[in-house]
């Protein structure tokens, strides 16, 4: 179903672009203001905000349950998540994996060159001389390979989404989230959903501890280590990349060291490299010579690195600020930056001091820190779900699709710097896809849904396709079936018959689909119906004023909440809300009004 958004709503989406500009307003009330929040402060709405930044929002009840606590009560609840018991389910895995394909190649060319030399590839034999084809199977493996983890990838997209709706943790998946786009690494290079498994339990082990432990080690991270090419930094040919993101990115921000420490921490880091799924020291390849790194000179190692850049003032004041963008707002004064950092710095980099000082303060609840925050994709996405009080995460419409559509992908960041956040997640394209996010979901098309996992290329089709009338491998893989023209690499390789790179991306589709288990397709079990009669809302106004509540985290303008009344009377015949067959439809309908409108996109 389609619904056209009335014009009052339309008009609205032009203020969304200035809904952080409420930051820089410095004159209100308890902006920087470090000193606790009194109990006699606290109330459902500050509830509500604490559960939105400090998870993925709740639905009323649980926000009913916090506020009826303390506000000491209600962080440390939060903040002191280890003594929480759960059962959330470790990842189903497909055991894609073989130990023929470790280590994994950097590239198809690499793998041939293997196979060629050694007469196995990926675990494959090369197919005895004279035999047409003979390197296909080690290329078929490579393909099945880059396919198969993709998939499964998604399948780890969707699991983890899953626990950050379901956990009773909510803190702890929010920071793991926060250490995957601080830590960026993206699956595109590493290539091994096994390492994106591990990095992400690390993220999780780690969330809310020393930030020391957690920097060794993601520094050791097999991931990460791909991710920045450190296997190749060698004492006779050091790589700047590890360094220099350590820096830049991880830890100080640019400006605060120099070029000469950027490489005097890359030959600090020279032999850290992985075998596969575990961080080895290769000492043959480390160099043990003095170094000088930001005034501090000695025969230092990655260790000593480490320490030397948690011992700078800057150091803490990066992480306290980009953690303060993260849960708080978007602009942090120098003041309040200056005093989070010491403290942090002075607990030996203690997360959850620093969590309860933020979640305490009355700066964080302050009209510039209160629905200022454009959510991120998964962030809109999840907290839609666990406002909806669902279970699990639907999935027709795709979760992976639906965030991709705005920007963001689980495991696939832009770049090592992670999103940019903010304002940047706002673009004509995504503000478009934002306002008709939950249509697919409100409004599933169980027959049109065709799942990703089980998508093959356009031009991977046409090739089965040919095959399947018989055609042989030669004519089916031409670009061009009825001119005969044939790509170049593909016209290369069949002059030598080793093998058909457009028949192996094809038959890796085959390969990955037989190997991956299949995402289970379900769609939102929703019931606005028993939402609306639960929630006491007899009238339109009165269903009108639960949604708001429910769903957005800043008020609806009167004038819109009048429009919504009208529309849903409108589709009912009447203020008055009666059981019938249009209830739940209209219902659906007038959600997904409000989840189009840009009070919706902020939290």
């Given amino acids: 179903m389609r619904l056209r958004l009335p014009p009052a709503l339309l008009a609205l989406v032009s203020v969304l672009a200035f809904a952080s500009l409420r930051t820089s307003a410095q004159d209100q009330p308890w902006v920087n203001d470090l000193s606790p929040l009194a109990p006699s402060e606290w109330n459902y709405a500050r509830a509500a905000h604490l559960i939105e930044r400090a998870g993925f929002g709740a639905p009323p009840e649980e926000v009913a349950r916090i506020a009826a606590l303390t506000p000491q009560q209600a962080v440390n609840e939060l903040v002191d998540y280890q003594s929480i018991r759960q059962d959330l389910q470790p990842f189903d895995e497909s055991l894609i994996w073989d130990p023929g394909m470790d280590p994994f190649p950097p590239s198809r060319a690499e793998a041939v060159r293997i196979?060629?030399?050694?007469?196995?590839?990926?675990?494959?034999?090369?197919?005895?001389?004279?035999?047409?084809?003979?390197?296909?199977?080690?290329?078929?493996?490579?393909?099945?390979?880059?396919?198969?983890?993709?998939?499964?990838?998604?399948?780890?997209?969707?699991?983890?989404?899953?626990?950050?709706?379901?956990?009773?943790?909510?803190?702890?998946?929010?920071?793991?989230?926060?250490?995957?786009?601080?830590?960026?690494?993206?699956?595109?290079?590493?290539?091994?959903?096994?390492?994106?498994?591990?990095?992400?339990?690390?993220?999780?082990?780690?969330?809310?501890?020393?930030?020391?432990?957690?920097?060794?080690?993601?520094?050791?991270?097999?991931?990460?280590?791909?991710?920045?090419?450190?296997?190749?930094?060698?004492?006779?040919?050091?790589?700047?990349?590890?360094?220099?993101?350590?820096?830049?990115?991880?830890?100080?921000?640019?400006?605060?060291?120099?070029?000469?420490?950027?490489?005097?921490?890359?030959?600090?880091?020279?032999?850290?490299?992985?075998?596969?799924?575990?961080?080895?020291?290769?000492?043959?390849?480390h160099d043990p010579g003095t170094k000088t790194f930001l005034g501090k000179t000695g025969a230092l190692d990655g260790g000593d690195i480490v320490d030397t850049i948690l011992a700078q003032p800057v150091t803490a004041e990066f992480i306290t600020a980009k953690l303060y963008r993260f849960l708080v707002r978007d602009e942090i004064a120098p003041a309040v930056k200056v005093e989070l950092a010491r403290a942090y710095r002075e607990s030996g980099y203690d997360m959850k001091p620093l969590l309860k000082r933020m979640f305490l303060s009355r700066d964080f609840y302050s009209p510039a820190s209160v629905g200022v925050q454009i959510k991120s994709p998964v962030q809109l996405v999840v907290s839609t779900y666990r406002r909806m009080g669902l279970r699990e995460i639907p999935t027709i419409p795709d979760f992976g699709r639906m965030t991709a559509a705005l920007g963001q992908s689980l495991f696939e960041p832009p770049n090592v710097a992670g999103w940019a956040g903010g304002r940047t997640w706002i673009t004509p394209s995504t503000l478009l896809n934002r306002g008709n996010l939950m249509r697919g979901v409100l409004f599933p098309?169980?027959?049109?849904?065709?799942?990703?996992?089980?998508?093959?290329?356009?031009?991977?089709?046409?090739?089965?396709?040919?095959?399947?009338?018989?055609?042989?491998?030669?004519?089916?893989?031409?670009?061009?079936?009825?001119?005969?023209?044939?790509?170049?690499?593909?016209?290369?390789?069949?002059?030598?018959?080793?093998?058909?790179?457009?028949?192996?991306g094809y038959k890796g589709y085959l390969m990955a689909w037989e190997r991956t288990k299949l995402i289970p397709r379900r769609t939102?079990?929703?019931?606005?119906?028993?939402?609306?009669?639960?929630?006491?809302?007899?009238?339109?106004?009165?269903?009108?004023?639960?949604?708001?509540?429910?769903?957005?985290?800043?008020?609806?303008?009167?004038?819109?909440?009048?429009?919504?009344?009208?529309?849903?009377?409108?589709?009912?015949?009447?203020?008055?809300?009666?059981?019938?067959?249009?209830?739940?439809?209209?219902?659906?309908?007038l959600l997904y009004l409000v989840l189009s409108t840009p009070e919706y996109q902020v939290g």
Avoid: C
């Fill in 445 to 504: 098309d169980v027959a049109g849904f065709r799942p990703p996992d089980r998508a093959m290329s356009a031009t991977d089709s046409r090739v089965g396709q040919r095959l399947a009338q018989g055609m042989s491998i030669t004519d089916a893989t031409k670009e061009d079936g009825d001119t005969g023209t044939m790509a170049e690499s593909n016209m290369m390789v069949e002059r030598d018959e080793d093998y058909n790179t457009r028949y192996a």
């Fill in 115 to 285: 196979a060629r030399e050694k007469g196995v590839g990926l675990g494959e034999p090369v197919l005895p001389a004279g035999t047409q084809r003979r390197l296909q199977p080690v290329v078929d493996k490579f393909f099945y390979s880059l396919l198969a983890n993709g998939i499964e990838t998604q399948r780890l997209g969707l699991w983890w989404a899953n626990r950050m709706l379901a956990s009773k943790r909510p803190l702890e998946e929010k920071l793991t989230l926060f250490w995957h786009g601080h830590f960026a690494t993206g699956q595109n290079k590493v290539r091994d959903y096994r390492m994106m498994l591990r990095q992400n339990e690390l993220f999780r082990t780690q969330a809310s501890g020393h930030f020391r432990d957690l920097l060794v080690g993601i520094l050791k991270d097999p991931a990460m280590l791909v991710y920045l090419d450190n296997g190749e930094n060698i004492k006779s040919h050091p790589n700047e990349n590890f360094g220099r993101e350590l820096l830049e990115l991880f830890t100080m921000g640019v400006g605060n060291y120099s070029e000469r420490d950027v490489r005097e921490a890359a030959r600090a880091f020279t032999g850290w490299t992985n075998d596969v799924l575990v961080f080895k020291f290769d000492a043959s390849q």
């Fill in 524 to 589: 939102a079990r929703l019931d606005l119906t028993g939402m609306v009669r639960a929630a006491g809302a007899e009238t339109t106004d009165a269903v009108v004023e639960h949604f708001a509540k429910r769903f957005l985290s800043v008020p609806l303008p009167a004038r819109e909440r009048g429009v919504l009344a009208k529309f849903l009377s409108d589709r009912l015949g009447s203020s008055r809300v009666q059981p019938g067959e249009k209830l739940e439809e209209s219902l659906r309908e």
